[in-house]
DNA sequence: TTGGTAATCGACA
DNA sequence: TGTCGATTACCAA
């Protein structure tokens, strides 16, 4: 193994389980009316029942059966019925440059226009690394100021996947620098090195309403969910849901802005621009750590 | 329930 | 200016 596949792979030991765990998804999800049984799952994977139990556990935090409960509607449901606490109101005070997400990553978010991206001319330097996460090969692309792109890709879909998000700031310079993505994917993926005490930097860029719109996201609690219409509240536009699905689905840094936790008002996971099975995946994987 | 549709607003060409 | 969403609420079979 050369350094390189050797850094991929120390990442994240278990990252090979999302390709069980997605395909299992898949499977529940195209016929959830019958609730299939695990012997059944594992049949059809060609996996022995034990054997899937052990990846699921390890991968999820959860036994398969709580496991599927929490990929199913009715759990998704419960994380938008159970907001008896002030969602989004509380948290934090969130400012540029604050510390937000109260309950579980904490960053630190600096915003940049367009212009201000722009004046910069083509200056900038966009480092870029494919890691292996729990939900599959993760993009990460981090400006001398932090984290500015994080993005998701089934192993063979690299170039696509880089090519979506370089095409977001054409003027950049891209440099593959696996050193210094690196220690963001081990941070990131890793519940136990969150900490308040040194919050990971992100540079959001956008425009003022889309930044408007991930800040908010990023008051949502680990394990919780919001829906569209709550986001458009809290940044006082209540009318202007569908401009926030927009703004939602620009998000470049998935997963730090939880843009998984927004759902339909009725619980229906809608879209997702890394694929509606990971949204569910990261749900799921939430559930177990929450 | 299911399916069509108008209201609404930021981004982009 | 005109089109297009990771939305919603409402109304008709």
Redesign the pocket.
């Known amino acids: 193994m050369n350094a390189i596949a050797k850094l991929k792979t120390d990442i994240t030991p278990d990252g090979p389980d999302y390709n069980t765990v997605r395909r299992v998804i898949e499977l529940i999800t195209e016929d959830y009316r019958d609730q299939p049984s695990l012997e059944t799952i594992a049949d059809r994977l060609g996996q022995s029942p034990t054997q899937l139990q052990k990846t699921f556990t390890r991968w999820a935090g959860l036994s398969p059966k709580a496991f599927l409960q929490a990929v199913t509607l009715d759990h998704a449901k419960r994380l938008l019925r159970e907001e008896d606490l002030p969602l989004l109101e509380t948290s934090f005070e969130v400012g540029l440059s604050g510390p937000s997400r109260l309950h579980d990553l904490f960053v630190t978010h600096e915003a940049m226009s ?1 212009g201000e991206w722009k004046a910069k001319g083509g200056g900038l330097v966009i480092r870029y690394g494919f890691h292996i996460s729990p939900f599959g090969l993760a993009l990460i692309m981090v400006t001398d100021r932090g984290l500015a792109g994080l993005a998701f890709s089934d192993s063979g879909d690299e170039k696509a996947c880089l090519e979506d998000m370089s095409c977001r700031w054409p003027n950049a310079q891209y440099v593959e620098d696996l050193q210094a993505t690196m220690p963001y994917a081990a941070r990131i993926f890793e519940p136990s090195k969150w900490s308040s005490e040194q919050p990971l930097r992100v540079v959001l860029i ?5 930044v408007r719109v991930w800040e908010s996201l990023l008051k949502i609690p680990m394990g919780r969910a919001v ?4 986001i458009a509240r809290d940044i006082g ?1 209540p ?13 470049p840094v ?1 997963f730090v802005v939880p ?2 936790r ?5 619980g229906d996971l ?5 694929g509606l099975t990971r ?1 569910r995946a990261m749900l799921g994987w939430e559930a177990g750590r929450a």
């Open positions: 367009p956008g425009t003022d309403f889309q829906t569209y219409s709550d536009q009318t202007a849901m569908r401009a926030v699905g927009a703004a939602v689905g620009r998000n998935s843009c998984h927004a759902l339909g008002k009725n809608t879209g997702y621009h890394w949204k």
